[in-house]
């Protein structure tokens, strides 16, 4: 049995060590938020964070996982929230797939940057993939997120 933290909450799972996180994150945890989507970490997709910092959990094994903070889409942070209310008020999802990567990486760089410029934006989220191109939609909604936090 190995223990995972997954959004300040600790489970138990039968896991082998070599499982990839996200079948554990799936499968034996039920979380089922984080998407698979190319298998070998290109296209962002199954996007989590471990100890604040983005990795694509079907790469990620079990066993680097293990006594570390992980973070997935149903995680809660301040960063997150606001994405949440401004992806939903600048309509980004189209089919929907690929946002809980988007919204992760957007986390991360909003847990970093509280003022990125679009470059800052591009380069954080150069490693997720949309295949409905709401690009456009996307910077607009993490600008739009920078300032709903400061309101908080």
């Not at 694509?56 to 301040?78: F, Y």
């Not at 410029?117 to 709401?134: K, L, P, V």
Request: net charge negative; aromatic share 4%.
């Amino acid at each position: 049995m190995q223990t995972l933290t997954i959004n300040g909450q600790d489970y138990q799972v039968d896991a082998p060590e070599s499982m990839p996180l996200l079948w554990a994150i799936r499968d034996l945890i039920g979380l089922t938020g984080t998407k698979f989507g190319c298998g070998v970490a290109q296209c962002g997709a199954c996007s989590i964070m471990i100890d604040g910092a983005v990795v694509r959990s079907c790469s990620t094994m079990v066993s680097q996982a293990i006594g570390k903070n992980i973070t997935t889409i149903e995680g809660t942070s301040a960063s997150l929230e606001a994405l949440r209310q401004a992806w939903r008020n600048n309509s980004v999802p189209q089919c929907g797939y690929c946002q809980s990567g988007q919204l992760i990486s957007a986390a991360e760089l909003l847990d970093t940057n509280n003022n990125p410029t679009d470059e800052d934006i591009d380069n954080a989220m150069s490693g997720n993939i949309c295949r409905c191109g709401t690009y456009v939609r996307i910077k607009k909604a993490i600008k739009e997120a920078v300032e709903l936090k400061k309101q908080v």
